[in-house]
């Protein structure tokens, strides 16, 4: 296999990760208020707080936000807002047909005309507490009837479907990514999680586990993460299984709003997986295709090994929902459309945020998993540049700390080890894994020397360092010597 072969699977590394980070979150907070709000006309007061803050925060700010923003763009505030809109780069891009802001495609065209409109009436900043209580008592949202299935019956094998690492490729909002990995395995007897780590940007994770729900004995899902200071975790219920000579297909949706808000489909066939995702931005339009990942079980050593000290899987209830779900704390403004749970400070603790949320499994509820805070103690040549954060089965690097290479790249059979794969800012020397499965790892931390994004000749790493992770544990590691050259 020649190098040139190799490029694609590692080049789209860690842009894929960055993608997916900004992307699988994308739906933050609530706007099913303006969703119903009259498109022919705007009449009414329109301020930042009522109106020009949830569409944002529900469009923009997955990506311009935080400590490294898309393009240097950010909209986390009035006034960043407000500077953008004036100078009139906002309002063109979201108005752009062939370079739409967000990138997927432009916004309902109400929601374009409501920022042209709080333009013209002077940019009010703070709307009124008297109108917001008015449209909450005008609108009003009927959730359908879900039945969830029965999995005495047919589809409590989903959960031993689910284990192990999968890597494969992943289409999201319509731009396909050559390499993409979820490392699933066991946390209990009933309940099967995935991790993704974003780095800079947040961090998404998916699990599936046992419940009891609407006088059911069923699977749910949670998924969710934290995104440039907004926590979102979303509940799924299974409700449809079908079953063909070679396959197996999986349904979970809204746990609230059902299909029309959103849902999520897993089909297998052997050792391959077909994960989809479809939202509607909590019913702002029909659900869209959102994301296709397809791949195959690599490893799957990692699952057994959790699955032998649970004895998973067991039909037991790991979490119970059979008095329901609580309601959302944005309920209290808007109808609720959905079984999402969202917080937004920057000065909170997962923990916190997940209380604030009224989330009902926070963090620090979640069984067996583990933290991992790590400090990285840079060299001079490594100041200012961005930092790839590699937690893998296999080491990608000799005791030395050079890569273990072949055509001069890192081994693909060692890049498809990787389980988690994080990127710092170029300032950044901290980081901390959360939802973390318990084991064995390699840790590598790659400094991006020529900013291509992946790792490559030239690039700056340290000595091959191994981490061994205890159940429900938070540990602290230190990386010095990032100072081999490769």
């Known amino acids: 296999m020649s190098a040139l072969c190799l490029l694609p699977s590692t080049q789209g590394l860690q842009r894929t990760a960055l993608v997916f980070a900004m992307a699988m979150l994308s739906a933050l907070v609530p706007c099913s208020a303006l969703a119903q709000s009259n498109p022919s006309a705007v009449t009414d007061e329109v301020s930042y707080s009522n ?58 065209q109400y929601m374009r005309r409501l920022f042209r409109v ?23 949202y009927t959730p359908p009837k879900i039945e969830p299935v029965n999995i005495n019956r047919q589809g409590f094998e989903l959960l031993e479907y689910m284990q192990g690492h999968w890597v ?41 586990f046992v419940t009891e729900f609407r006088g059911q004995r069923t699977i749910m899902a949670r998924n969710g993460g934290m ?8 509940y799924f219920v299974l409700d449809q299984v079908r079953y063909g000579r070679d396959w197996g297909y999986y349904r979970l949706v809204d746990a609230y709003g059902g299909a029309d808000i959103m849902y999520m489909e897993l089909t297998f066939r ?20 959102h994301m296709l990942f397809e791949g195959r079980r690599k490893h799957p050593g990692l699952a057994s090994q959790a699955a032998e000290v649970f004895g998973f899987p067991k039909n037991v209830i790991g ?37 604030l949320a009224k989330d009902p499994v926070r963090i620090d509820q979640m069984p067996y998993l583990s933290q991992l805070a790590i400090q990285i103690q840079r060299s001079p040549s490594t ?65 991006d020397m020529d900013a291509d994004g992946f790792p490559s000749p030239g690039d700056i790493t340290h000595p091959q360092q191994k981490v061994t992770i205890r159940p429900k544990s938070k540990q602290r590691l230190t990386i010095r010597n990032l100072n081999v050259q490769n």
């Open 168 to 208: 494969g490729s992943m289409t999201l909002m319509g731009t396909k990514y050559d390499w993409m990995a979820f490392d699933f395995r066991p946390i209990a007897a009933s309940h099967i999680h995935g991790l993704f780590e974003g780095g800079t940007i947040g961090n998404l994770f998916t699990s599936f």
């Open 51 to 108: 109106d020009i803050r949830p569409i944002v925060n529900n469009f923009c700010t997955t990506c311009h936000a935080g400590r490294n923003p898309q393009g240097e763009f950010v909209l986390t505030s009035y006034q960043d807002v407000r500077k953008h809109t004036e100078q009139g780069q906002l309002l063109e891009r979201i108005n752009d047909a062939e370079n739409p802001m967000p990138e997927n495609g432009l916004m309902p």
């Open 383 to 447: 100041q200012g540049k961005k930092l790839q954060v590699y937690l893998s089965r296999d080491s990608l690097v000799d005791r030395s700390g050079k890569f273990i290479t072949q055509y001069g790249y890192i081994r693909e059979d060692l890049l498809d080890t990787l389980l988690l794969f994080p990127e710092l800012g170029a300032q950044e020397t901290e980081f901390n894994f959360t939802y973390l499965h318990p084991g064995e790892y390699y840790l590598t931390v790659i400094a």
């Open 227 to 234: 995104l440039n200071g907004i926590y979102r975790t979303s």
């Open 118 to 140: 709080w333009a013209e009436q002077g940019y009010i900043e703070q709307g009124s507490a008297k109108r917001v209580g008015e449209r909450r008592q005008m609108l009003e």
């Open 270 to 289: 052997g050792d391959t997986l077909q994960f989809s995702a479809h939202t509607s931005r909590f019913g702002l339009t029909a659900p869209k295709p």
């Open 319 to 355: 979490i119970d929902f059979s008095k329901g779900l609580p309601e959302s704390a944005w309920a209290e403004e808007f109808p609720q459309t959905s079984a999402t749970y969202i917080w937004e400070a920057n000065d909170k603790n997962l923990i916190e945020l997940g209380k």
